[in-house]
C-alpha cells in the first residue's frame, strides 16, 4: 500500500480555510446586515419565514452528521447492503413526520417541542423530557466534534486540536451571531459541499479501481450485495426486520421528537411547507446513504484482499474512507481538501444545529418556566439566546478535551444519543393517542426506560469483546509479504487473548446485551408505552392537580387519522389557522376525566370524537 500521500499541501489547507471563513462571514452577514436577529422569532425561528429548499437542506445537515459519512461506508463494508432498506425505514417515518406530527407541531404553536408535554401531562415531566436531550445532544456534539477530527488526523496528518479549535471557534461564532438564518444558510453551503466531496470520491474511486463494473463484480463475489437476510435472530446486526422495523422507530424519533429537527419545521410560512421541506428532506437523505453505499463498495473493492485494519494501515474502521480518499485523491492538489471540507461540513452542520436547539430548550423549556413571575422582553431574550449560544459552543469545545482521554467514546455516544431518543418518542406516544395515561404515568415509564435502555446500553459495550461477532469475513490474501508476517505475529496475541476471554466467565445478560442497536429504538418505545399503560390500571392515588384537570383535546390525535391515513384531507394538510372551528363536539368522560370542547382554532381532523374516544 503506498503511503506516498498521507500528507496534506497548501491547496488541501486552502480548501478548509475557505469553507470557515464562508461560514464565518454568513454568520456575520446575519447577525449584522441583514435581519440582525433583533428579536427571539429571529434568532431561534428564522422569523419563521425560511424557503422550503434551503430549510430540506438544514434538516439533511442536522441529520446526516459526520457520523454518516465515516460510518456508512463502513458498514456496507463490514456487513453488506442490507443496510439500504433503512431508505425504505425513512420513507415511512418521513409519511409519519408530515402526515401526523408536523401539523400537530405546528398547531400547538410553541417554539419548543416539549412545551407540549407540559399541556398534556404536567411541568415535572417537560423538564425532565428536555435535560434528557439536553445531555444528549451536548456529548453528541462534543463527538462530533472530536471523533472526526481524531479520524482525519490520524490518517491525513491534520493535527487534531487545529481542527477542533477552528472548527469549534467559527461555528460557536456563526451560531451565536447569525441565529437560525446564519444556522441554515451555512447548513445549506456545506451541504453542497459535503455532496460535492462524496461524489468527487465516487467518481476517482471507480477510476482507480478499474471502472463500475469491476467493483459491483468483486463486491458480489465479496457478498456485500445482499438483500436477502430475513433471520428472526435479534443478535444479527442487519435483518430486514431490524431495519425496517428499528430503522423506522429510530428514524422518526430523530425526525420528529428531537427539538434539532422539529425546530426547521417551524421556521417555514405554511404547515404544507413544513410538510414539503420533510419530504425533500428525505429524498436528499435517501441519494446520501446510496452514495455513502456506493462509497462502501469501492472500499471493498479496493482493499477486498487486504484488509487495512488487519494490517494495521489504520486503527480503526472509521479511518477507512479518509484512507481511501488519501490513497486515491492525493496525487491531486485540492482534492484531498475539498474530502476534508465535507467531513467538517458535516461536523459543523451537526453542531451549529444542536448548539441553537439546545438554546432553544433551555430558554423555552427550564428558565422561562422556572422563573414564569419574570418575564423578559423580547430583544433581552434574544440577546441571552446569543450568550447562551456562545456558552454552549465553548462547552462543546471543552467537553471534546475530555472526549480525548476515553475509548471508543465515538460509538458509546452515538448510541446513547440514539438510545435516549426511543424513550421521548414513546411519551410523545403516550400523549398523542392514550388519553387514559396521566403524567405519573407517563414520567414512571420514561424513567425506566431510560434505566433499561442505559444499562443494555453499557452492558453490550463491557462485553462487547464476548459477543460473537457476524461480520462478513475480510481477507489478507493480497498483502505483500512483510505485511502477512506481522499480522501473523499479531495474530498470535490476539488468539491468546481471545481463549482468555472464553474461559472467563460469560454474564447470564449476554444474550440480552448482543442484540443488534437496530432494536434499541423498537426497546425504549415499547418500554416506555407498556409500563406507562399498565401503572394507568393501577389505582389513581397522584397527588398532583394536573392529572385532575380536563384534557384539551386539541392535545391529542384521533385514531381515524392515525390508522386510516386514506382519509387525509386537504384540511389536514393545511395550517390550522385555515380549518373551520369544530363547536359541535360534546364533551365526553372517560375513566372520570373530562374533556373540554376544542377551541376556535381546532382542526376536524385533529380532534377526539365521542367515538375515537371509545375506541381509546
Given at each position: ?563 386510516c391515513c386514506c382519509f387525509v384531507t386537504q384540511n389536514m394538510m393545511g395550517d390550522p389557522e385555515n380549518v373551520p372551528s369544530n363547536d359541535h363536539i360534546d364533551k365526553s368522560e372517560v375513566n372520570g376525566r373530562k374533556y373540554e370542547g376544542p377551541n376556535e382554532r381546532d382542526d376536524s381532523e385533529l380532534m377526539l370524537s365521542p367515538t375515537d374516544i371509545q375506541m381509546l
Open positions: 500500500m503506498a503511503t506516498d500521500y498521507l500528507y496534506l499541501g497548501w491547496t488541501d489547507y486552502g480548501m478548509l480555510i475557505f469553507l470557515l471563513g464562508l461560514s464565518a462571514a454568513i454568520g456575520i452577514w446575519h447577525g449584522c446586515f441583514g435581519s440582525k436577529q433583533a428579536t427571539t422569532k429571529d434568532f431561534l425561528m428564522a422569523g419563521g419565514e425560511m424557503s422550503i429548499l434551503p430549510t430540506a437542506m438544514s434538516l439533511l445537515a442536522s441529520v446526516m452528521s459526520s457520523a454518516t459519512l465515516l460510518g456508512v461506508p463502513v458498514e456496507i463494508y463490514n456487513y453488506g447492503t442490507m443496510y439500504l432498506y433503512c431508505l425504505f425505514a425513512w420513507f415511512f417515518a418521513t409519511y409519519l413526520t408530515s402526515q401526523l406530527f408536523v401539523p400537530k407541531f405546528r398547531q400547538i404553536g410553541c417554539v419548543s417541542i416539549y412545551a407540549y408535554l407540559e399541556k398534556r401531562f404536567s411541568l415535572k415531566l417537560r423538564i425532565c423530557v428536555t435535560l434528557t436531550y439536553i445531555i444528549s445532544n451536548i456529548l453528541f456534539m462534543s463527538v462530533t466534534l472530536y471523533g472526526p477530527s481524531l479520524a482525519l488526523s490520524q490518517v491525513t496528518g491534520l493535527d487534531v486540536w487545529l481542527a477542533v479549535i477552528s472548527c469549534g471557534i467559527i461555528c460557536t461564532f456563526y451560531t451565536s451571531i447569525g441565529g437560525m438564518k446564519a444556522v441554515i444558510w451555512t447548513d445549506v453551503v456545506q451541504t453542497c459541499v459535503m455532496f460535492i466531496g462524496i461524489i468527487l470520491s465516487i467518481i476517482f474511486g471507480f477510476i482507480d479501481v478499474g471502472g463500475i463494473s469491476k467493483v459491483f463484480r468483486i463486491a458480489n463475489e465479496g457478498h456485500r450485495i445482499n438483500f436477502s437476510t430475513f433471520a428472526l435472530d435479534p443478535t444479527i446486526r442487519y435483518t430486514f426486520w431490524s431495519v425496517m422495523i428499528g430503522g423506522t422507530i429510530y428514524s422518526t424519533s430523530l425526525l420528529c421528537f428531537l427539538q434539532t429537527q422539529a425546530q426547521r419545521y417551524m421556521c417555514v410560512k405554511t404547515t404544507r411547507d413544513a410538510q414539503k421541506a420533510a419530504w425533500i428532506n428525505w429524498i436528499m437523505c435517501a441519494l446520501v446513504l446510496i452514495l455513502c453505499s456506493i462509497v462502501g463498495l469501492l472500499i471493498f473493492a479496493k482493499y477486498h484482499d487486504c484488509d487495512p485494519l488487519k494490517t494495521k494501515l489504520v486503527a480503526r474502521s472509521d479511518q477507512f474512507y479518509p484512507l481511501f480518499v488519501i490513497q486515491t485523491l492525493g496525487k491531486f492538489p485540492g482534492l484531498t481538501g475539498i474530502f476534508i471540507a465535507c467531513i467538517m461540513s458535516a461536523s459543523l452542520s451537526s453542531i451549529s444545529s444542536g448548539v441553537n436547539s439546545t438554546t432553544t430548550v433551555i430558554i423555552e423549556d427550564i428558565y422561562k418556566r422556572l422563573r414564569p413571575n419574570q418575564p423578559l422582553s423580547d430583544h433581552l431574550q434574544a440577546t441571552i439566546s446569543k450568550y447562551m449560544s456562545l456558552v454552549l459552543g465553548i462547552l462543546t469545545i471543552l467537553l471534546a478535551f475530555v472526549m480525548s482521554y476515553l475509548t471508543n467514546i465515538l460509538v458509546i455516544v452515538f448510541s446513547i444519543f440514539g438510545t435516549l431518543a426511543a424513550p421521548i418518542f414513546g411519551v410523545f406516544l403516550l400523549g398523542f393517542f392514550f388519553p387514559r395515561v396521566n403524567s405519573r404515568n407517563a414520567l414512571i415509564g420514561f424513567i425506566i426506560s431510560l434505566i433499561v435502555q442505559i444499562w443494555i446500553l453499557i452492558g453490550a459495550n463491557l462485553t462487547s469483546k464476548q459477543q460473537l461477532k457476524k461480520a462478513l469475513p475480510t481477507s489478507i490474501n493480497g498483502c505483500s509479504l512483510p505485511i502477512v508476517q506481522n499480522i501473523t505475529f499479531n495474530n498470535t496475541d490476539t488468539i491468546n487473548l481471545n481463549l482468555e476471554l472464553n474461559t472467563a466467565s460469560n454474564s447470564i445478560f449476554l444474550p440480552l446485551y448482543s442484540i443488534s442497536f437496530m432494536w434499541y429504538a423498537v426497546n425504549g418505545v415499547l418500554i416506555t408505552t407498556i409500563i406507562a399503560l399498565l401503572c394507568s390500571l393501577l389505582p389513581n392515588d397522584s397527588t398532583s392537580n394536573h392529572d385532575d384537570e380536563p384534557i384539551d383535546p386539541s392535545v391529542l390525535i384521533s385514531c381515524r387519522k392515525a390508522f
